[in-house]
Every structure is written in C-alpha cells, then in structure tokens.
C-alpha cells in the first residue's frame, strides 16, 4: 500500500513518520503539510517526497495518514476518501459533529476504509483488559485523564487547536475509547462542570445501567499527571493497566488494522463511524459546560 502523510507538527514527526517508514508492508510514498519548508525537512529525513500539491499526492497514493488539527482534518478527510484513498486518521475525528458526520458519509459513499488513532486501543495490555472487561457487567467506572500539556514541558503546548478546544477533547476521546467498548454506549451526558484551568468533570450514564465519571485536564501540575481507568462491579475492583509500548509501536498497530479493513472490507471498531460517536458525547459534554457557565 502507497501512503502519503498530511501534516508535519510534532506528531507527525514523533510518531506518524517513524512508524509508516519503518513499516514492511508500506510505501512511504510522500509528505504534504501547511508549511512547505517544514513538509520537505520531513520528507528528507525519512527518504520521501514532499508535495507542494495535495491533490497530486492523492493521486499518487492508496491512502493518508493524517497529523492535523481536528477541523482541518475533516475537511481533508473529506478529500481524500473522495479520491479513493483509504484513511488512518487521529483523534478527535473533528471539531464539530456536523464535520465528523460529513467524513462518515464520504467514507460511506466511497467505500473505503478508516482506522482512528486511539493510542490505548493500539497498545496490546490496555487492549487486552478492554476486551476482557466488556465481558463484564460494571456498575460504575471513574475514568482520569491528566496531562501537563500547558504546565510542563511539552511538545504540544503552541497548538492552537488544544488551547482553544482543551482538556476535553485532546484527551476526552482517550479516554471515552476505552470506557464505551467496557460500559456501552453513553445514553447521555447527565452533567459537567469546570475545573481548575481547563480541567473538565463529566458524568456519563451508559446504556447498559452503568454510570462513569471523567475527569480531564491539559493543565494539571506536572507531578499529578497521568491516565486512570477504575472499573468497579460485582467482579471486583479493576484498573487499566500501563502500556509496555510507545506510541510508535502502538500507531504501527493501528496502520496494520487499515491494511486489514482495507483487504477484508470489514471495519475496524475504531472505525470513523466510532470516531463519530466519540464526537457527538464531546460536544453534548460541551453542551453541558455552556450550561455550568451560565
């Protein structure tokens, strides 16, 4: 499979292009980003092309991987599956239900196939909890996503996107990737309120009679920060454990999930379709927060 890379930030470098140049069963085939120096860097450090043209790398191309910000990747996502190319796409899918919508129904018409880059899914200890815990009847779970994205040292603290959209929805489909396949879908969001900084508290109410509690933030102390998922039931007390690998390996396990969904035809159940529902629970969350404001 021929695949292009769309966006050049730090993502892209740290993760994305790694992982599609090393991968055995990819043509690494070309790198188109917003700002053309940057674009031509990377391409150069991982011995591919870089285009001036989007359209012209879609045409050279089976499918994209895309690193950019979630309202510029709808609309490109929108693109390329109408160029017939396949779609390994990040989280969240988009910024607004409508943009997530539009993507489902290019990939619906198209028929090709799309991967969203949820990292926990991707890692095989959490994957493998998951998998076991949806057997399960849960009563409640308390999910905690912290990172120190804005009070630390990180690569990401100049995105635009995460200042203006923040802790919920960086780091909300992270956390909502592993509580729906466990829990069920979210029937509704019941309520949310500010935090400190941009830290957001959610309640869910899941189909199935459980509820769950989220808490999220970019901009937690840096010693608080972390990922915790608690899974309380008539089983016991159980807990997401830790990954064992980076986000590389993880991202490699999501490219070879696009190649199987684009051979078999059968979706992946991190699908764009699952990448949509994530984004509606967003933004009623969001809802929800308007109201805690006023």
């Known amino acids: 499979m021929r695949i292009g890379l769309l966006g050049?930030?730090?993502?892209?470098?740290?993760?994305?292009?790694?992982?599609?140049?090393?991968?055995?069963?990819?043509?690494?085939?070309?790198?188109?980003?917003?700002?053309?120096?940057?674009?031509?860097?990377?391409?150069?450090?991982?011995?591919?092309?870089?285009f001036d043209d989007l359209d012209a790398l879609l045409?050279?191309?089976?499918?994209?991987?895309?690193?950019?910000?979630?309202?510029i990747q709808a609309d490109l996502a929108v693109r390329a599956a109408r160029a017939h190319c396949h779609l390994l796409l990040d989280k969240p899918l988009a910024a607004t239900v409508e943009q997530g919508r539009a993507v489902v129904e290019a990939l619906r018409e198209t028929g090709v196939a799309s991967v969203v880059f949820f990292t926990t899914r991707f890692q095989p200890e959490p994957a493998a909890w998951i998998a076991e815990?949806?057997?399960?009847?849960?009563?409640?779970?308390?999910?905690?996503?912290?990172?120190?994205?804005?009070?630390?040292?990180?690569?990401?603290?100049?995105?635009?996107?995460?200042r203006e959209k923040g802790a919920l929805w960086d780091v909300g489909p992270h956390a909502l990737s592993?509580?729906?396949?466990?829990?069920?879908?979210?029937?509704?969001?019941?309520?949310?309120?500010?935090?400190?900084?941009?830290?957001?508290?959610?309640?869910?109410?899941h189909v199935g009679g459980a509820s769950s509690t989220l808490t999220l933030s970019l901009t937690a102390p840096p010693a608080a920060a972390g990922a915790t998922v608690e899974l309380r039931g008539e089983a016991g007390v159980t807990l997401l454990p830790e990954a064992s690998q980076d986000a590389v390996a993880a991202y490699t396990r999501a490219t070879d999930a696009l190649l199987t969904a684009a051979r078999t035809g059968r979706p992946h159940p991190c699908d764009a379709a699952f990448g949509l529902r994530v984004t509606e629970i967003l933004a009623a969350a969001e809802t929800e927060l308007t109201r805690d404001t006023d």
Do not use: C, I, N, Y
């Not at 930030?9 to 120096?37: C, I, K, N, Q, Y």
């Not at 849960?138 to 009070?151: D, M, S």
């Open 178 to 205: 592993v509580l729906l396949p466990v829990l069920g879908d979210v029937r509704r969001v019941t309520a949310a309120a500010h935090g400190p900084g941009d830290t957001v508290h959610a309640v869910l109410d």
């Open 59 to 71: 045409a050279e191309v089976d499918a994209v991987a895309v690193a950019l910000p979630p309202h």
């Open 133 to 162: 815990q949806a057997a399960r009847d849960w009563f409640t779970a308390r999910a905690q996503w912290l990172g120190a994205v804005f009070t630390g040292d990180s690569p990401f603290a100049d995105s635009p996107w995460r």
């Open 8 to 50: 050049t930030g730090p993502w892209a470098r740290m993760v994305h292009a790694p992982a599609l140049s090393a991968h055995g069963e990819l043509d690494f085939a070309g790198v188109w980003g917003r700002r053309t120096a940057a674009a031509k860097d990377l391409a150069e450090r991982h011995g591919t092309h870089a």
